[in-house]
């Protein structure tokens, strides 16, 4: 059973401080990782997908990836009140963009105080 | 760009009925997956499609099932419904691999 593991929360940070988001998986064969944002009664939206060890920057997010410690991170620069939401890491058999089942994992609550 | 549109968006059913939700993609998009989705659960997720094509599915009993047409909409079916089955139910469509976009979802509630 393949399973992707992250701590609930909530993670509370302030405004303007860097959050940092963490998922483990156990498949050793898990190839693509994807960070999935979910606001409370909507559905979840991409924010960004890495295939390769090291890091991957998208404005004020950056994913990271150790396959070698099976772990997936996404850190958000300067959080937002509009940030908060609950995060959902997903990881993929495939590297090449054609396996399209993600197994998930259950996410964590991301709180921004003002 | 139209979305990912799913209907109905609520749906109520006794035990023993059957329903079926339906999901129109991306126009452009050939894949949609189903998952759904439970407060203890998590997503979860059912099968995918392609071309009218099963690709993979999920570990659901055989109640679950669906379907792709020719135009890339989808169904998904559940017969004789159990109250675990109370979820929301996510179509997403994709254009490569699991870069998603998520329609929605129907709230279907078993009493």
């Known amino acids: 059973q393949k399973e992707v ?15 940092s988001l963490n998922c ?19 559905s979840p939206e991409l924010i960004m997908f ?35 939401a609950t995060y959902l890491c997903a990881v993929s058999e495939d590297s090449g963009g054609s396996n399209y089942k993600l197994t998930f994992g259950k996410g964590t609550l991301l709180t921004v105080n003002p | 760009k139209a979305g990912v549109t799913q209907t109905p968006r609520y749906l109520i059913k006794t035990r023993g009925q059957q329903v079926t939700l339906s999901c129109s993609p991306i126009s452009g998009h050939r894949s949609v997956s189903w998952y759904q989705q439970t407060p203890g659960q998590g997503l979860q997720f059912l099968f995918e ?8 599915k999920g570990n659901f009993p055989g109640r679950f099932s669906g379907r792709q047409f020719s135009n890339s909409r989808s169904e998904m079916n559940v017969s004789t419904l159990e109250l675990g ?27």
């Open chain 1, 5 to 19: 593991e992250q701590n609930s929360g909530p993670l509370s940070v302030p405004e303007g401080a860097i959050a």
């Open chain 1, 24 to 42: 483990t998986y156990s498949d050793r064969g898990s190839q693509s990782f994807f960070w999935y944002r979910q606001y409370s009664g909507k």
């Open chain 1, 50 to 84: 890495i295939y390769s060890n090291g890091d991957k920057e998208d404005g004020r997010f950056t994913a990271q990836l150790n396959k070698a410690s099976q772990y997936v991170s996404l850190l958000i620069r300067d959080s937002q009140p509009s940030d908060s």
């Open chain 2, 49 to 56: 499609y392609f071309s009218e094509t099963q690709r993979n």
């Open chain 2, 85 to 111: 089955d109370s979820a929301l139910y996510l179509c997403a469509s994709s254009l490569m691999g699991g870069s998603y976009t998520f329609g929605s979802g129907t709230r279907l509630t078993i009493v």
